[in-house]
């Protein structure tokens, strides 16, 4: 319960107040003389500290030893998803590093952030996205204000990145992993907030890799906290799939 109740004040507080890009790296485990990066980027609502059980379940892989680890935090609410892509390419560029080896993992809003980290120019080997909107989220889900608005599917910014030159030649090094769920009131084909069609970015042709994890609840979880599924693909317990397919990725590199 002090889980749940942290995650949902953290939330409030992002949707209240603006943010400005901060960064936060955590050192590998192990040096090597080849600079590893794994960064990893959050969703609406929410700041770094969201992925930390994401980035903490895989810097305990065995080969994720010596990998750089990047927390990320951006304006959600206010900003639309380029501008935070752009921000973060600039935040990353003072850091003396080279990002030429780089995983970018990125969950709901932050899988389109990353995407548009790549159309910008942003070196990666490869792409992860979590329950990412790729073709906007469900039509029930509100967007009041610039940040959630950037996302829907008839928004520019969702069109001009789907329709980017350079996200479409990355394709072959992007891995989409969508959730859906059963509840009492039967089978659900999205996770609350994303469609299983928009989180595998049906509609962009070829990519990686695609895959659906399903969840499974004993209560009518749509009537009481519909968006609960999309929430706990932040906790790797119930996304074990993707975290090991991303350790497949630190350890083989793409296909």
Request: hydrophobic share 40%; charged share 25%.
């Amino acid at each position: 319960m002090s889980l749940h109740f942290f995650s949902y004040f953290n939330s409030l507080r992002a949707v209240l107040r603006k943010r400005v890009v901060h960064i936060v790296d955590i050192a590998p485990q192990k040096k090597s003389s080849d600079e590893k990066h794994c960064i990893l980027i959050h969703g609406w609502a929410s700041d770094g500290r969201a992925m930390r059980h994401v980035r903490d379940e895989l810097r305990q892989l065995p080969e994720a030893e010596d990998w750089r680890f990047w927390d990320v935090s951006y304006d959600t609410t206010w900003t639309p998803f380029p501008d935070n892509a752009r921000a973060i390419i600039a935040e990353l560029k003072k850091r003396d590093y080279d990002f030429s080896h780089t995983i970018l993992i990125g969950y709901s809003m932050g899988g389109l952030v990353a995407r548009q980290m790549v159309a910008e120019g942003f070196p990666c080997e490869a792409l992860v996205t979590l329950c990412t909107p790729h073709h906007g989220p469900v039509r029930w889900v509100p967007v009041p204000t610039r940040g959630p608005r950037s996302l829907a599917k008839w928004s520019r910014f969702t069109r001009e990145l789907n329709r980017n030159a350079q996200d479409a030649a990355a394709r072959h090094k992007y891995h989409f992993f969508a959730v859906t769920f059963r509840d009492k009131f039967g089978f659900h084909r999205n996770d609350g907030m994303v469609s299983q069609s928009s989180a595998l970015g049906l509609e962009l042709g070829e990519v990686a890799s695609r895959q659906t994890m399903k969840l499974k609840y004993s209560i009518p979880v749509t009537a009481f906290m519909p968006f609960d599924p999309h929430w706990r693909a932040m906790f790797p317990r119930y996304i074990q799939p993707a975290i090991a397919h991303i350790g497949k990725l630190m350890r083989d590199g793409i296909d």
